[in-house]
T-cell receptor, first 110, second 113 residues
Framework: DQQVKQNSPSLSVQEGRISILNCDYT??????FLWYKKYPAEGPTFLIS???IKDKNEDGRFTVFLNKSAKHLSLHIVPSQPGDSAVYFC?????????WGAGTKLIIKP | EPEVTQTPSHQVTQMGQEVILRCVPI?????FYWYRQILGQKVEFLVS????????KSEIFDDQFSVERPDGSNFTLKIRSTKLEDSAMYFC???????????FGDGTRLSIL
């Protein structure tokens, strides 16, 4: 079952630069998408979400972009900070449940 | 900031034994969920619960699994007769209403021997 895909297992970015994390989905019925951040030994922490009626949502250093025709979303973090080093999960909501990507481990280099 | 609390953080159980994982969702939240993540795999949905009944459950959530909200604060997941393949991190989540995201606890690591 690959309804939500994060094709990059890891990403390394210099501190202060932009981090771009990507996510693809296959089900065009998905109408709400979320990004979660996870540190080791902790649960996922909600970061930002976007509804399918929008193509962009911004919250401080975090911006999520949605391209419905390409079934693609991305999370931009700018500027990247050392505390951003974590695993980032993309998830799609079908009202009852979240369907998760495999996660991308983001490493911010000083 | 209010948070979802899960206990215990780590549970070790013999195969075939019953186990109960406990969760205290955020106060005033109405929707409750259990997910699990087997080591090296994706997070998987188990069950959603609303208005004192199961809203939806996945194929994983078979007759060995049950959920309960015994009082106004706790939300439990019971596995009746554990199997080796039940070893995983189990996450509880809650949310206030349809427009809000799910908030997660730190998980219970279940190890079946």
């Amino acid at each position: 079952d690959q309804q939500v895909k994060q094709n990059s297992p890891s990403l390394s970015v210099q501190e202060g630069r932009i981090s771009i994390l990507n996510c693809d989905y296959t089900n065009s019925m998905f109408d709400y998408f979320l990004w979660y951040k996870k540190y080791p030994a902790e649960g996922p922490t909600f970061l930002i979400s976007i509804s399918s009626i929008k193509d962009k949502n911004e919250d401080g250093r975090f911006t999520v972009f949605l391209n419905k025709s390409a079934k693609h979303l991305s999370l931009h973090i700018v500027p990247s900070q050392p505390g951003d080093s974590a695993v980032y999960f993309c998830a799609a909501s079908d009202n009852y449940q979240l369907i998760w990507g495999a996660g991308t481990k983001l490493i911010i280099k000083p | 900031e209010p948070e979802v609390t899960q206990t215990p953080s780590h549970q070790v159980t013999q195969m075939g034994q019953e186990v109960i994982l406990r969760c205290v969702p955020i106060s005033n939240h109405l929707y409750f969920y259990w997910y699990r993540q087997i080591l090296g795999q994706k997070v998987e949905f188990l069950v959603s619960f609303y208005n004192n009944e199961i809203s939806e459950k996945s194929e994983i959530f078979d007759d060995q699994f049950s959920v309960e909200r015994p009082d106004g604060s706790n939300f439990t997941l019971k596995i009746r007769s554990t199997k080796l393949e039940d070893s995983a991190m189990y996450f509880c989540a809650s949310r206030g209403d349809d427009s809000q995201p799910q908030h997660f606890g730190d998980g219970t690591r279940l190890s079946i021997l």
